[in-house]
């Protein structure tokens, strides 16, 4: 186990939204694929429709704070989320990203990756505000949207199928 302790500053969530989702203890229906050491959700905010996330089980912060163990199966994880993205939508690419701490835009203090379907008729421009913020040619980032559950719940159907183990 890796005892490294992130240096940075973290953002504050009591409960942890994510550790709340791994006990059952709030809305679940939007869970793609669960392991002991992972869940693959559709994420409630979809910059691009179909965007999940593959969250640790136990709650490690950042990604200093997992085990080998879990940092092998969530890349694993996100590499069948991709692959169950492509067969779902025909994407025309994939963007995978990951934030450490508040500067970084981290806004859930529990380890998660981004996996984002792209489409060349996407308008996310440059993808996550803070890579477009980066980027010299980019226009203004687009805002969050929040899907309904019952979106994300329909997302979830449409991509389980393709979430091969």
């Given at each position: 186990m890796n005892d490294t302790v992130a240096p940075f500053e973290m953002p504050v969530w009591d409960p942890c939204p994510f550790c709340e989702l791994a006990a059952g203890r709030i809305e679940n229906r939007h869970i793609i694929n669960a392991t002991e050491k992972t869940l693959t959700i559709v994420n409630p905010r979809q910059f691009e429709i179909g965007q999940l996330l593959v969250i640790t089980r136990r709650h490690a912060p950042t990604l200093l704070d997992l085990t080998d163990d879990e940092a092998v199966e969530i890349l694993n994880?996100?590499?069948?989320?991709?692959?169950?993205?492509?067969?779902?939508?025909?994407?025309?690419?994939?963007?995978?990203?990951?934030?450490?701490?508040?500067?970084?835009?981290?806004?859930?203090p529990h380890y998660h990756i981004h996996v984002v379907p792209r489409r060349k008729s996407g308008d996310w421009g440059a993808g996550p505000p803070h890579i477009a913020a980066l980027h010299p040619?980019?226009?203004?980032?687009?805002?969050?949207?929040?899907?309904?559950?019952?979106?994300?719940?329909?997302?979830?159907?449409?991509?389980?199928?393709?979430?091969?183990?």
């Open positions: 994880k996100v590499r069948t989320a991709a692959e169950a993205l492509m067969k779902t939508f025909n994407l025309d690419g994939i963007t995978v990203y990951q934030n450490n701490g508040v500067i970084s835009l981290q806004e859930v040619k980019s226009p203004e980032a687009k805002q969050k949207v929040t899907v309904p559950w019952e979106r994300a719940i329909e997302i979830a159907t449409l991509v389980k199928p393709n979430f091969e183990e």
